[in-house]
């Protein structure tokens, strides 16, 4: 039963809320604009804030939907994160769009944050305070991510959870690594 949640986990993140939402609302393909990519940053830099928080929002409640089912199905809690690292893995290679995907931050945010919702004043907070010191939203956003398997371990859980929230946010970095050296050279 495990594999086939984690199989239905990869096919959820395949449902690419970027390319869906900009082809239905605005006609186009997103890959051929901006820098590319699926995601709500691209969309919100060509289209508003409207198509950020849309696609934003749809991507999110990918990693909801996810963790709530792994619930639903009684799955413990790395269970849970394994099938979030399978809707991110889904998000990063759909096989919707040959393999070419987004960044996974939105899938990862909703998921994380049903899985453990104090996490949301840790990375509203954490934001709030890397935002000026650093004046780039992409640093920001991945400096908070750190601060995520650091409260679960604070939070007590399980060290499995811990492991496995650290492993799905290397996979973020590592689908960040391109910006990362962008960003540095600037």
Same mark, same amino acid.
């Given at each position: 039963?495990?594999?086939?949640?984690?199989?239905?986990?990869?096919?959820?993140?395949?449902?690419?809320?970027?390319?869906?939402?900009?082809?239905?609302?605005?006609?186009?393909?997103?890959?051929?604009?901006?820098?590319?990519?699926?995601?709500?940053?691209? #969309?919100?830099? +060509?289209?508003?804030?409207?198509?950020?928080? @849309?696609?934003? /929002? %749809?991507? *999110?409640?990918? &990693?909801? !939907?996810?963790?709530?089912? #792994?619930?639903? +199905?009684?799955?413990?809690?790395?269970?849970? @994160?394994?099938? /979030? %690292?399978? *809707?991110?893995? &889904?998000? !990063?290679?759909?096989?919707?769009?040959?393999?070419?995907?987004?960044?996974?931050?939105?899938?990862?945010?909703?998921?994380?944050?049903?899985?453990?919702?104090? !996490?949301?004043?840790?990375?509203?907070?954490?934001?709030?305070?890397?935002?000026?010191?650093?004046?780039?939203?992409?640093?920001?956003?991945?400096?908070?991510? !750190?601060?995520?398997?650091?409260?679960?371990?604070?939070?007590?859980?399980?060290?499995?959870?811990?492991?496995?929230?650290?492993?799905?946010?290397?996979?973020?970095?590592?689908?960040?690594?391109?910006?990362?050296?962008?960003?540095?050279?600037?």
């Amino acid at each position: 039963m495990i594999y086939l949640y984690l199989v239905i986990c990869y096919f959820i993140g395949c449902i690419m809320f970027g390319y869906l939402v900009t082809k239905m609302i605005y006609h186009k393909d997103i890959r051929l604009h901006g820098s590319g990519n699926v995601g709500a940053r691209n #969309a919100g830099r +060509l289209h508003g804030k409207k198509a950020f928080a @849309l696609i934003f /929002l %749809g991507d *999110a409640l990918k &990693g909801v !939907l996810v963790i709530s089912l #792994a619930r639903y +199905l009684e799955f413990s809690g790395p269970v849970q @994160l394994l099938g /979030l %690292g399978m *809707a991110i893995i &889904g998000h !990063l290679k759909p096989i919707t769009l040959k393999f070419k995907g987004g960044k996974g931050i939105s899938t990862f945010i909703g998921g994380m944050v049903m899985f453990e919702p104090l !996490l949301i004043p840790v990375i509203i907070i954490g934001f709030i305070i890397l935002y000026p010191l650093t004046k780039s939203f992409t640093f920001a956003g991945l400096g908070v991510f !750190l601060l995520i398997p650091v409260f679960l371990v604070i939070n007590h859980s399980d060290w499995i959870s811990c492991v496995i929230s650290g492993s799905l946010l290397v996979i973020i970095l590592l689908a960040h690594a391109g910006n990362i050296k962008e960003r540095l050279k600037k």
